[in-house]
């Protein structure tokens, strides 16, 4: 298996969700849970951006034990100045530089020729270089960015010093194939690419995040960036347990990462919770009704052999156990097998009295609980 790095940007492009900030002992809390997590590389946030930013990425540094901590800096000197300050008590560090190189990035956000680009990130990976040793290099806007000068910028970056190349899809416009077939260009276009690492860095905007940073790996990257929720700017980011578990149920792309899933759904709570950020419920991996079976067929086939409607345990991601709901659109062996968890061991005739009484209470609530079987039983006349 090949190690794709996991690179987590939840305290920075996740923090950047309106209404979503966090204070820093909350972010140092979240800091912790990432490293035990076993994330490669956590992205504390922009140190430059405030002083509140500043000191929380300070104090992560000094927290966080075994990932790599990252400060975000513009291809700007004084922001590189203040994140090698801010990073500089962490075990291992990383300073994440870059500028944008699209047409539109270029032309209407600096009004510079490519040429000056190109000029202006090769001296910001210089400058972070005198500071660490691992700098990472984005091309933002990289997803609208020509090819051909995409390369020329990744060559000239790492010729600089550059150790990982981040290829942002910012506005989350790629297809898979296109983003894929971007990845390919550069392992097979740029010189002593091999030096360096690919990164996928996949926005939401047209649902295809996570989609787009699967095909950047199966194409030679090898590290994503993501956040918890897949929260982040706008529609979002690449969200972290769902390409972890897409790389995990499939082993013939022989590619896994070092996330202990165990954890998933837990860090998911806590970081809904700290962000006020309800999970949708039908959240890939981390949504309540992920592992949550509400119609007849499917209760009945999850009950005898649960592989039939689950393609992951959900222990391997911290939930203790499928849930077979109970709606008017259930089935008699999801009525027995609840009455069963609650002490009612029904034969064939009980059961199908007590399924006439529960359809008509069921038809009437969304859902029927605990509390209401011994009624509906007690109302079946056994
Ligand atoms: O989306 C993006 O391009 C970014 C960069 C700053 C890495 O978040
Ligand atoms: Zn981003």
Excluded: W
Excluded at 233 to 257: C, F, W, Y
Excluded at 307 to 317: G, Q
Excluded at 353 to 361: A, S
Aim: proline residues 3%; aromatic residues 6%; glycine residues 8%.
């Amino acid at each position: 298996m090949d190690n794709v790095e996991i690179f987590d940007t939840t305290l920075r492009d996740g923090e950047q969700v309106p209404g979503c900030k966090l204070d820093y002992k909350t972010k140092l809390i979240i800091a912790e849970q990432l490293d035990f997590l076993g994330v490669d590389v956590l992205e504390a946030g922009f140190p430059i951006s405030s002083p509140g930013d500043y000191k929380s990425v300070k104090e992560i540094s000094k927290l966080v034990k075994n990932t790599r901590v990252c400060g975000l800096t513009r291809a700007v000197k004084k922001d590189i100045d203040v994140a090698a300050e801010a990073i500089k008590h962490a075990k291992l560090s990383r300073i994440h530089t870059g500028i944008g190189t699209s047409e539109s990035h270029m032309r209407f956000k600096f009004n510079l020729t490519p040429d000056e680009v190109l000029g202006r990130a090769v001296i910001a990976v210089k400058h972070a270089k005198s500071y660490v040793e691992d700098v990472e290099f984005y091309a933002e806007d990289a997803g609208r960015t020509d090819n051909e000068f995409l390369a020329r910028v990744c060559e000239a970056v790492i010729n600089a010093g550059a150790t990982v190349l981040n290829i942002p899809d910012t506005t989350g416009y790629c297809l898979p194939d296109e983003y894929g077939a971007k990845m390919k260009y550069l392992m097979e276009n740029v010189k002593g690419i091999h030096k360096a690492r690919l990164s996928c860095h996949c926005h939401n905007d047209l649902g295809l995040a996570t989609a787009n940073s699967i095909a950047g790996v199966q194409n030679g990257a090898r590290q994503i960036e993501c956040t918890i929720n897949g929260i982040g700017e706008r529609a979002g980011n690449t969200s972290l347990e769902e390409v972890v578990m897409i790389l995990r149920q499939h082993p013939k792309l022989n590619l896994d990462t070092r996330i202990k899933s165990e954890m998933l759904s837990g860090i998911s709570k806590l970081v809904s919770e700290s962000m006020a950020m309800p999970v949708q419920p039908n959240k890939a991996i981390v949504g309540a009704n992920a592992f949550a079976h509400s119609s007849g067929i499917h209760q009945d086939g999850v009950i005898k052999k649960r592989e039939t409607y689950e393609i992951i345990d959900p222990k391997d991601v911290g939930v203790t156990e499928s849930s077979i709901v109970l709606t008017a659109r259930s089935g008699r062996a999801a009525l027995a097998f609840r009455a069963k968890n609650i002490g009612y061991d029904l034969n064939k005739l009980e059961l199908d009295k007590v399924y006439k009484q529960f359809l008509i209470v069921a038809d009437q609530k969304k859902g029927i609980n605990d509390e209401d079987l011994p009624k509906i039983i007690e109302a079946s006349n056994l």
